[in-house]
C-alpha cells in the first residue's frame, strides 16, 4: 500500500499563496488517482483537487481557479499550489489516494494531514 506525507502547510495572510507537497512510498503514485482533501472544525470533509492517472483534474467549485493539482511521479510528489486564500480555506489538508474510480470517496489511503491557517 501507499504511504503518503503531507508537508507545506503553514500560516498566511488573506489573499497569499502556499504550496503543499505530498510525498508517496510504498508504491508508485501513477497508479493512483490523487487527490487533496480538507477538512474544517465543525464541517464536512471536503475534497479541494483531485488527479485521474490520465492527468484529468477536477476541483470544486469553491476552489476552481484559485488551486491547483500537479505531480512529479519521478519524485512520487503529490503538489497543491494554493493561491488567492480566503479564512474559509484555513482547515487540516489531507493528501489521499485511491485506486479504481477517480472520487474523493474512493481515495482510501490518507495521510496525515497539515495545516493551513488563513487570518
Known amino acids: ?55 484529468r483534474t477536477t476541483y470544486p467549485d469553491s476552489v476552481k481557479g484559485r488551486f491547483t493539482i500537479s505531480k512529479d511521479a519521478a519524485k512520487g510528489t503529490l503538489y497543491l499550489q494554493m493561491s488567492g486564500l480566503e479564512p474559509e480555506d484555513t482547515a487540516m489538508y489531507y493528501c489521499a489516494a485511491g485506486l479504481g474510480r477517480c472520487t474523493w470517496y474512493d481515495m482510501h489511503h490518507w495521510g496525515k494531514g497539515t495545516q493551513v491557517t488563513v487570518s
Do not use: H, N
Request: one cysteine or more; proline letters at 2%.
Open 1 to 55: 500500500d501507499v504511504q503518503l506525507v503531507e508537508s507545506g502547510g503553514g500560516s498566511v495572510q488573506v489573499g497569499g499563496s502556499l504550496r503543499l507537497s505530498c510525498v508517496a512510498s510504498g508504491d508508485t503514485i501513477s497508479r493512483y488517482c490523487m487527490g487533496w482533501i480538507r477538512m474544517a472544525p465543525g464541517k464536512e470533509f471536503e475534497g479541494v483537487a483531485a488527479l485521474d492517472t490520465d492527468g
